[in-house]
């Protein structure tokens, strides 16, 4: 059940923050673009760190509740005192303490079932995420249709709360810590590099830096489109209609993402990359659907390819990290290096994307993003081998 009341504290605000900028403080699609990448280059700068200091510690459980302390602080400050530096402030917070929580979560898991039973577990986790995310999405549309946006942010306080709860009930006796860090079985590539250890062992592992690149790419195609689709919804209409578009948005996608996420968990053990082929073809094709219509009804359904592309990428990212780092102890730092690089490329397609929109508009910004998830997909055919070997 902890997943499931973290899934809205370590995704933040998201597009709601775009939302409420836009509607409630008048900002222009520039500055709400920059506000929204402050985050992404918080967790940037914070997310390796945050993933080595999850291999080192055995404080896990207290330091995701500092974090969840954190995120829930900034939501508070952002709307009783919303001015540009104390949303810009708020924004970091909320970044350097979401940098806490992949590394975190994935590293609890590997520690209490191991490598053996992680398909299943992580499919498992990722599924009540999701499921989490509806949950979270269904309040946020009713309390910005019929309160205010403002009530989101502390709904997302609140999510804070409960989730410190839900993870103090994980007793810290349970965790293997030296398991949790990928010491044991070595993977294939490092087992023909034995003479390599700890980082040289992962960074001069190519199948690691190629994955990290396709991911970068995916990342910064992915990431500022949803925030897009919310101010292209949001033009010329009411606050509270605005939030309740982009709540049917997150809900579509999340609803397709708890099967997807259950269904790949299962599959994962057969092979990963033909599964996450598939959740990165469908962002292109996202894309380019997203330019043919101004009907919000089917703008919304096009929301069904972000569900089966995110539930993909959610489970088998950390199943094939995991795969490439068996026996390096830096299974968690590895996570977070790649999350530093996917951060980056994430936080800056929403500057870059919101720039596109000043100049050329909404449909050249879905088509520009829709080009480097292509090339996001051709990275991860023909330079990314299948890392699940027979045991």
Known sequence: ???????????????????????????????????????????????????????????????????????????????????????????????????????????????????KALDSRIGRNETFNHAGNVFAALLAGLIGYYVSNKGIFILLAVMSLVSSVTIWQIREEDIDHERAKGDGEQSEENKSNEHSKGWKAVFGNRSILFFALACVLFHFANAAMLPLLGQRLAEGGKAGISSAYMSACIIVAQVVMVPVSALVGRLAPTGRKRLLLIGFAVLPIRGILYTLTN????????????????GAFGVLSILIVSDLTKGSGLFNTTQGAIATATGLGASLSNAFAGGIVQRSGYNAAFLVLAGIAVGALAVLGFLVPETKVDT
């Open 295 to 310: 009907d919000p009804t089917l703008l919304v359904a096009i929301q069904v390819l972000d569900g089966i592309g995110a």
């Open 1 to 115: 059940m902890g997943q499931f009341f973290l899934a809205d504290v370590r995704d933040g605000l998201g597009p709601y923050l775009a939302i409420y900028l836009l509607t409630s403080l008048h900002w222009d699609a520039q500055n709400i673009g920059l506000a929204m990448s402050v985050m992404g280059i918080a967790t940037v700068v914070a997310q390796t760190p945050a993933g080595a200091l999850v291999d080192r510690t055995r404080k896990k459980r207290l330091l995701s509740i500092v974090a969840s302390m954190l995120i829930a602080t900034a939501a508070l400050l952002t709307i009783l005192a919303p001015t540009y530096g104390t949303v810009i402030g708020g924004q970091v917070m909320m970044g350097v303490a979401a940098a806490w929580f992949t590394p975190a979560v994935a590293a609890i898991t590997l520690g209490l079932v191991g490598h």
